[in-house]
């Protein structure tokens, strides 16, 4: 197959454009075995969630225990090229309505067969996801994973983007995969309810975190019901965790730690993440818990979406908690 030129170029809407699609055989000879053996483990160092670098997952694209996920938000993008036996998954998958309230995440029974039989993955194997611009489509699904016990995981640092710009792999055809088994076991110290939330909100040595921009957090935005805040609630933009312009990294350790202290989120607390649907709180519960090491962090799934349907709940409106 013909070798196209694979030189990227930044266009001026920051897109990028695609290098070549096809003729991966050389780039699986340079960046994996040709026969990967599923025995050995490709990656040292992985039994939890954590980041992980293009360098490390260009060896192992085609390695029979790997599953990689594509979870940017536009199918477009992954039919024009993807990573090597990547599987597309839409990260509102991950969300369907409860009792009519929509964005709510789906129960162990759904999140099994969606991740066995449709994703092709089993318990044994490695999880590594990745989605453009570093959003939080990636760590939404990891923090899925890890509620459901599976700590084989891995969030590709940079996305797409710094894989693109690396010259690395790219595809347009789709893996192969066959239905496998998943059994999850719910982890519920990784969760908080409204419920939850509720006894919690005068509890000394818990810490409410939003995750949502400081317009929305003040009540100046939003599309829901009411505007504001969970009263105590201290807000930390997800994208403040962030470094770059076109490719878009995390920060150095130093840095965020530096970051969350400022805000008064320290180890010493239990910290409980949200935001509008729980999908930009999964990217600081993945921040804290598997890049710092906070020992206690919980994600409030229904988040804001939730919270302010029901009007019972208190609601905040200011710049302060």
Known sequence: MQ???????IEKTRKFALPLLTGCFFFSILFSPAFPDAKT?????????RLIETTELASF?????????????????????????????????????????????????????LIGDYLSISN?????LYSEKSNPNATSFAWVLDHLGHK????????????????LPVTQDYPSLSPQKFFGKVMPENLAGKKWVQDHLSTKGVVMVDARSPKQFRGEEGETIRRGHIPGAKNLFWET?????????????????KLFAESGITKDKEIVVYCRTGREASHLYFTLKYVLAFPAVRLYRGSWVEWSADRNMPVHISVNP
């Not at 483990?41 to 969630?49: A, D, E, G, I, V």
């Not at 044994?124 to 590594?128: L, S």
């Open 152 to 167: 084989k995981v891995g969030v590709l640092n940079g996305g797409w983007e710094k894989w693109a710009m690396e010259d």
């Open 61 to 113: 694209v085609n390695h029979p225990s790997v599953r990689i996920i594509d979870m940017r938000s536009s199918l477009s993008d992954y039919l024009r090229g993807h990573l090597p036996n990547a599987v597309y998954l839409p990260a509102g998958t991950l969300q369907i309505p409860r009792s009519g309230i929509p964005a709510q995440g789906p129960d162990r029974i759904f999140l099994e067969k």
């Open 124 to 128: 044994p194997m490695w999880v590594i």
């Open 241 to 257: 965790t962030l470094e770059g312009d076109e490719v878009r990294t995390l920060k150095k350790r130093e840095n965020l730690e």
């Open 3 to 9: 070798i196209e030129n694979r030189k990227l170029k």
């Open 41 to 49: 483990p490709p990656f040292k160092n992985m039994h939890f969630p």
